[in-house]
């Protein structure tokens, strides 16, 4: 401790340097805090990305409604997913990775010959927040090209694995014009826990409003699902919905 004249005792300068030094780890702890926070929110949001259109639902009074699968297609489940859409003269659009088309041609020529609408969902699936400018072409390119290979001449919009984007992502999407869908109606229980196609269906139902983009995962054996696309289509059909593809909806 050091003394002034009229012999007040303050705390020494290390003393002061010290509390300073804590302050500063601390509000630099905070900011941390707040980038990372901020961060996951750009990636994981679904309505929002930094640069390029992205649509998650449309606004409308109109009754109509889009039915959206990722992933796959897998040949082992292509009567399960599209059977289904068959008998109920449904449209909807699928979101494929690459590597998929490649595998199971026989299932997309019956995708595309069914009318329904493609979308790209990158070659491998891997996650699209952290990566650089010539991963993201590798990943989009080469899926275009093999979609386009199939004799598919539609629409193709974008989606990112699990919707997730942050810096280079949605660049490369606005350099080339290209738009990207989310979804505003996904009810599929990823925790690990069975969900039953009974509460699948109703949390889907519920929850579809005029413009919903609707999102299922149908491949890979999840059966689960597959068996909910039939009472989804029922129900909202019973309500006065109209299903159409996406880039019907966005019009
Ligand atoms: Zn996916």
């Given at each position: 401790m050091s003394q002034n004249s009229s012999g007040t005792q303050y705390p020494s300068r290390r003393k002061r340097r010290r509390k300073k030094l804590v302050v500063a780890v601390a509000v630099i702890v905070v900011l941390l805090l707040v980038i990372s926070y901020g961060t996951k929110r750009v990636i994981q949001t679904?309505?929002?990305?930094?640069?390029g259109e992205l649509v998650s639902r449309v606004e409308t009074d109109e009754k109509v409604v889009a039915l959206t699968f990722d992933d796959g297609p897998t040949d082992a489940d292509a009567d399960a997913v599209l059977d289904v859409l068959e008998d109920r003269d449904v449209p909807a659009t699928f979101y494929v990775n690459g590597k998929d088309v490649e595998g199971n041609p026989t299932t997309m020529q019956r995708i595309i010959d069914d009318g329904h609408e493609i979308g790209n969902h990158?070659?491998?699936?891997?996650?699209?927040?952290?990566?650089s400018p010539e991963t993201v072409a590798e990943e989009i390119e080469p899926t275009d090209e093999a979609i386009r290979a199939t004799g598919y001449d539609g629409p193709l919009t974008f989606r990112p694995p699990h919707g997730k984007k942050l810096l280079t992502l949605p660049l490369y999407l606005a350099e080339h014009g290209r738009l990207t869908v989310t979804w505003d109606v996904a009810y599929e229980d990823w925790s690990g826990d069975p969900q039953s196609t009974g509460d699948l269906v109703s949390a889907t139902v519920e929850n579809t409003r005029p413009g919903s983009i609707i999102l299922l995962h149908p491949w890979f054996g999840r059966t689960a699902t597959q068996e909910a696309i039939g009472p989804v289509i029922d129900q909202l059909k019973e309500q006065g919905y109209r299903f159409v593809t996406v880039s019907e909806l966005i019009g």
């Open positions: 679904r309505s929002w990305q930094i640069a990158t070659w491998s699936h891997r996650s699209m927040a952290f990566v």
